[in-house]
């Protein structure tokens, strides 16, 4: 059966809302990311990839609930009140799904309490640990819809979000569901800073994917939500593939095995070859093993014939919300023509060691039909999701 996307609704660096992230894909030449010096430990300047919007108030929320992560994720809901308004009219709350991606949850408003019991002896008041479970975003979501229907959170580091559009869709193919609400959140915090520090896998400076002298990732922060359902709407779920490599905790396997059975999944899923696809969002980290892992694999599938680009550049590694960001730039691209491919930005020379995959390097306008858009998380945790536009794929 062939799911929809049939709403996307984002927060970034980029921007607050849809309109402001397709003007961001515009103008790639501005920098998004900036220099932070409150996340580090030792108050050392970190290049993050950080939401500057008002964030809206969450007074009105139990005190538990007020997390930046929230805050993020309100964002992202509000711009879908339109379409869920109609898509919910008289569906069953228990019909409604909310399944969340996230490696954070509310670890930051935690970090803050910490803070202040090292202080005071106490935490504050209003502090309560259930921010930080992982669940925290999904039940937050399904309590603001008024849904009681599966509501849980996927955490499989970079790869959550995009995990959670698999499970999206056999909700509601196994009829389990009539409505997900879908994607990812994660906030910036000081545990994810300093972990991905202590693991020698942060850049210096701004990150540079698959260029000679990149150093490592930038951190971000993101919601990204989709509406998916059985009704028809603008972007179809074509396919989606996932395998575990179980090469080592955080590297990658070298040999790019399992991204590449990936992706083979997902093309057969959606009864698709390699030169079906007209767009690649990598995974584009900016360390030297994903880098070259990815690079052998799209290679190995596409040679050079397809565009692709890392979006991590201009957003930051937004961990969690990652996969569906970055599908959603892809959804973006879909349903808007006048939507450029997501640019790869890099601004110092390109890594001539790596297999020469084809980088959209300048903003390029193309009729698009058919994206894949690639995760691959610690522990070897693949997945590759194939989305395409309804009016020119069979649904």
């Known amino acids: 059966m062939t799911t929809f996307l049939n709403d996307f609704g984002v927060v970034c660096a980029l921007g607050n809302n849809k309109n402001e992230v397709k003007h961001a894909l515009h103008h790639p030449e501005v920098e998004y990311q900036s220099l932070d010096r409150e996340l580090h430990l030792e108050g ?10 008002h964030l809206p108030d969450m007074s009105v929320f139990p005190p538990y609930q007020r997390t930046r992560n929230n805050a993020l994720a309100l964002m992202a809901i509000k711009q879908l009140e339109p379409t869920l308004s109609t898509m ?11 399944i969340i991606g996230t490696t954070t949850a509310g670890v930051g408003t935690a970090e803050q309490a910490v803070a202040h019991y090292m202080e005071t002896d106490a935490f504050p008041a209003e502090y309560g640990h259930q921010c930080q479970e992982l669940i925290a975003p999904a039940e937050f979501l399904a309590a603001y819809l008024g849904v ?31 409505v997900v609400l879908c994607g990812g959140v994660d906030s910036l915090c000081q545990l994810t800073v300093n972990g991905f520090e202590a693991l020698d896998s942060t850049s210096q400076s701004l990150c540079e994917p698959f260029s000679a002298s990149r150093d490592g990732i930038n951190l971000g922060e993101a919601a990204a939500l989709f509406v998916m359902s059985k009704q028809a ?43 079906d696809i007209d767009y690649i969002n990598l995974h584009g980290t900016g360390t030297k093993k994903n880098d070259e892992m990815e690079s052998r694999a799209v290679y190995t599938l596409f040679a050079d014939s397809v565009p692709c680009s890392s979006t991590k550049r201009l957003t930051g590694h937004t961990l969690g919300a990652a996969g569906a960001l970055e599908l959603g730039f892809c959804w973006l691209h879909l349903t808007d023509p006048d939507t450029p491919l997501p640019t790869h930005k890099m601004t110092k020379p390109r890594d001539e060691s790596l297999h020469p995959i084809q980088l959209v390097e300048s903003v390029t306008k193309q ?22 536009k309804v009016d020119k794929v069979q649904s």
């Not at 919910?88 to 909310?98: E, F, N, S, W």
């Not at 995009?162 to 193919?173: G, N, P, Q, S």
């Open 44 to 53: 050392q300047p970190v290049y993050v990839g950080k939401v500057t919007g």
């Open 88 to 98: 919910l009219a008289g569906v069953d709350k228990q019909r409604v799904a909310v």
């Open 148 to 178: 009681n229907g599966p509501t849980y959170t996927i955490s499989t580091a970079c790869s959550s979000s995009t995990k959670v559009i698999m499970t999206a869709h056999m909700l509601l193919d196994t009829d389990m569901a009539d």
């Open 233 to 275: 709407g603008p972007v179809a779920l074509l396919g989606v593939g996932e395998t575990s490599d179980a090469y080592h905790i955080s590297a990658p396997d070298p040999s790019g095995d399992g991204a590449i059975r990936a992706i083979n999944i997902a093309l057969e899923m959606a009864t698709l070859t390699p030169s």
């Open 367 to 388: 009729a698009s039909r058919i994206c894949l858009s690639n995760s691959f998380a610690f522990g070897g945790n693949n997945i590759s999701v194939v989305i395409g």
